[in-house]
């Protein structure tokens, strides 16, 4: 078959538009033997039936494994250098108490950026010691909060707040361990990299200014300088971002030395993931093994220590573990001309979601995949796009791929590498509940997050007396998705 | 003052850096004598120690008098042609039940999108006649309900849905009003008129298909055709867009007059506001003189009566009467190298809150103004970027203006032009609790819609145990926003 001319030019025509391409799917994602798929041993239509659509389905197995061997790998290269390695599990990618255990069960530590997810972490268990808090404008209460729960560190982001973190540290009588975040000048996800470290964003400070501001904290008895932090980007493919900046970071880290050792240094996240088959990451083993390299050689360079390393990755070890489960509601074939006067189809495919649980095609323009999760089906391929059920012609959920042409009214679609900042950035957008959020491990399926009901969106809204629902308001996203019901949805009329 | 090289060029330099432009306040935002800033009569102080920080402030007589307005000038202008007007508010851009009843009780209908809206409007009192339901895949659930409901009248928006419309209507023995999407090839937002109405997006169906589509509407018994309905756009400044889309829609509706009469044109909503001083919408009065004069030269030319005319505005009524209040965290001046070889100062100013509850920045590149909310300076003015406090290089509150360069940590800002698509697109990014909306008039301010605690937030996690929390979790979010506690926030350690 011949590519849609209104494809774009990285979607290949898939010899079998049923297949789950292995880059893009859990690893616990197949076919069982009528065709449907299978998550983490559970078959979609078992997940739809009992907890609905939209649905979001994370592989339990799956996150665990990725952390695991994320983990192993930069332990095995970093310990080939002389030193160890500690991961953060990057929490504004998904967070939730099954998602913490999981991690710290896996040997990550956790990172957190607001006094939310700072809550969640301490409320699943996580030891606080092995919590890092982010932010480039953190308030005094969480400032406060944290360092009196015991964080184990605070990243530093402005000059302010190293007077900030070490009033509260001497208020609670702590040496709170702090981080400096500095820009290197390196925009991985733009192969940009600037001559100067002067960089027009809001977080971090300049590498130049960096002796000044840890003089600063050092100067404060109540805080402990642990090392420079450093984040280039998101979405990275290859590790040439990561040695340029270590290098940088390096160099400035060896002048600091002067001043006193320096435990650490933090080279932050930013691990790309196959969103599609055209998406082509350096594998994390191949990564660590490069990191490592860079970092030994730039220390035997500048005559140093290697310092203890950390790392911040979220996208790289809870994106691919997840799908989106949507049922297809509309199947509008549209016509739509060409430069040459011709015209060819697009299909749009309108599903129960949308922006709502997944902001990031309209935020970024990202692209997904998508298959057709309830059978497979040898119709011939057709360009489709799915749209989600929002009143905004910028409501898409998968751009381009290409579907079974017979996907209909019922079929259920699975998108995946949904794990990461869907949730995350999901919204009540025209008044649609959040779905739930599933985990699948070996044939069994447990709510990790309620959905929401209409009720609940009510329910912050004084004007809505409880006794004066007029109408039933039960709609797709009310059924099913309640694992604990609240207080408000028994009262439903 | 010259500006400064980093500005965009359609920022000018203002001669006072305090002053509130009447185009993108709400007509009741003013100075008080100590040069506070003041909503329908109450001070910024007065909300931000009562309510907290972020905080959505809407004036209701703002409000109110912009859907009078603008309803009275749609009457009056179409009265002149002979003919009448219904003016839906369109939901989607900020729906609770203060504003629904603020629109309804100035005779306006009101459009829906999604089970919640219908519910949130039906539980506001709105009576179920004077609803619209629009969406381009109503779940089959959604459909029934509005039905059942007694819904005024449902946009179908393909093929589809006639049969699930007219299947519903029978099943509830009642004959339903519908409307038919059309899409014209009328794209006002990007000046594109398009020669043809094949349109590569998931609203709609082509005029030309249009007959077809209305035989079968006519069709059945159930189903009582209302007429074409358009929508051409957001955020459009002037009336050719609408005028060209009349025109084509008026030629369709002539032709159909064949078949039966038709009582209505529905040319949806878009019509634009200022969001910064280089904004220059057409003033509603002047867009309904020009709408009714090309309907009427129209219906003249296709010798045919001027139908029943109905509009969809939201942004227009809702967006100018809100105003969002931000607590200054941090303040940073970032040198910027520019192409000649010099730099140039941006000073990133960030707040409380962010695309967590604006997500028009990053979402869409929007632009918005920003003063200082608490006091009046004559520090020469400086160009900001307000920054939001989310883990993430593009979340941006105010991509640029000019404030006085003294501003500071711990001062408010006001973010004028937030009432529509700010609160209806808010997320809990980074765990940060949605901020609470306040009504003020004459001088008092109520809770509208309660803001959101971490313990809502927490609420939906079955892994976090009531008994397990083991820190106290008060951020800025949870202080003073709930007009309404939550039985979580009472049980909050």
């Not at 000048?185 to 977080?203: N, W």
């Not at 009214?409 to 649609?432: F, H, K, Q, R």
Request: hydrophobic share 45%; proline share 4%.
């Amino acid at each position: 078959m011949t590519a849609n001319p209104l494809a774009p030019s990285w979607l290949v025509v898939p010899d079998d538009a049923n297949e789950l391409a292995p880059a893009v799917w859990p690893s616990n994602a197949t076919r069982a033997a009528g065709g449907e798929l299978t998550l983490g041993g559970v078959t979609a239509s078992a997940l739809t039936a009992q907890f609905g659509t939209p649905l979001y389905v994370v592989d339990e197995a799956d996150a665990r494994a990725r952390a695991r061997d994320l983990r192993d790998a930069f332990d095995r290269e970093f310990a080939r250098i002389g030193t160890d390695v500690t991961i953060y599990y990057a929490g504004k990618a998904f967070l939730c108490a099954a998602v913490a255990e999981w991690m710290t069960g896996e040997g990550l530590a956790v990172d957190v950026c607001s006094a939310g997810e700072f809550a969640v972490a301490l409320a699943a268990g996580v030891d606080p010691a092995r919590i890092g808090y982010h932010g480039n404008n953190k308030s005094l209460a969480e400032i406060d909060n944290a360092v009196e729960n015991g964080v184990g560190a605070i990243v530093i982001d402005s000059p302010v707040e190293v007077e900030r973190v070490a009033a509260a540290a001497r208020r609670h009588g702590r040496v709170q361990k702090v981080r400096l975040r500095v820009n290197s000048g390196v925009h991985a996800h733009t192969h940009d990299f600037l001559a100067t470290a002067h960089e027009d964003q809001k977080f971090g400070i300049t590498l130049d200014d960096a002796p000044t501001l840890v003089s600063s904290i050092r100067s404060h008895a109540s805080l402990e300088f642990l090392g420079l932090h450093c984040h280039i980007g998101s979405q990275i493919f290859g590790a040439d971002g990561f040695s340029e900046s270590a290098a940088r970071l390096l160099a400035v880290h060896a002048e600091l030395r002067a001043g006193g050792e320096i435990a650490e240094l933090n080279l932050g996240g930013g691990f790309g993931i196959a969103y599609t088959t055209a998406d082509d990451p350096t594998a994390i083993a191949v990564l660590a093994r490069q990191l490592a390299d860079i970092v030994a050689a730039e220390c035997a360079r500048l005559q140093i220590p290697v310092p203890h390393l950390a790392f911040e990755p979220g996208r790289v070890i809870i994106g691919p573990s997840a799908v989106t489960l949507y049922e297809v509601g509309t199947v509008k074939p549209v016509s739509v001309g060409l430069d040459d006067g011709s015209s060819a189809v697009r299909t749009y495919v309108s599903v129960d979601g949308g922006m709502s649980d997944n902001a990031r095609p309209a935020l970024y323009g990202a692209d997904y995949s998508v298959r057709i999760a309830n059978r497979v089906t040898d119709a011939r391929a057709a360009l489709i796009r799915v749209a989600g059920k929002h009143c905004e012609s910028g409501d898409i959920v998968v751009y381009a791929d290409y579907l079974p042409g017979d996907v209909q009214p019922g079929d259920t679609l699975a998108v995946p590498a949904t794990g990461a900042y869907c949730w995350s950035l999901s919204s009540n957008y025209n008044y649609l509940g959040r779905p739930a959020v599933v985990a699948v491990n070996d044939g069994a399926a447990r709510v990790i997050v309620r959905g929401e009901t209409i009720d609940d969106l009510l329910a912050r809204d004084p004007g809505i007396g409880r006794g004066t629902r007029k109408a039933q308001t039960a709609g797709d996203h009310d059924t099913n998705n309640t694992a604990a019901s609240s207080p408000d949805s028994q009262k439903a009329s």
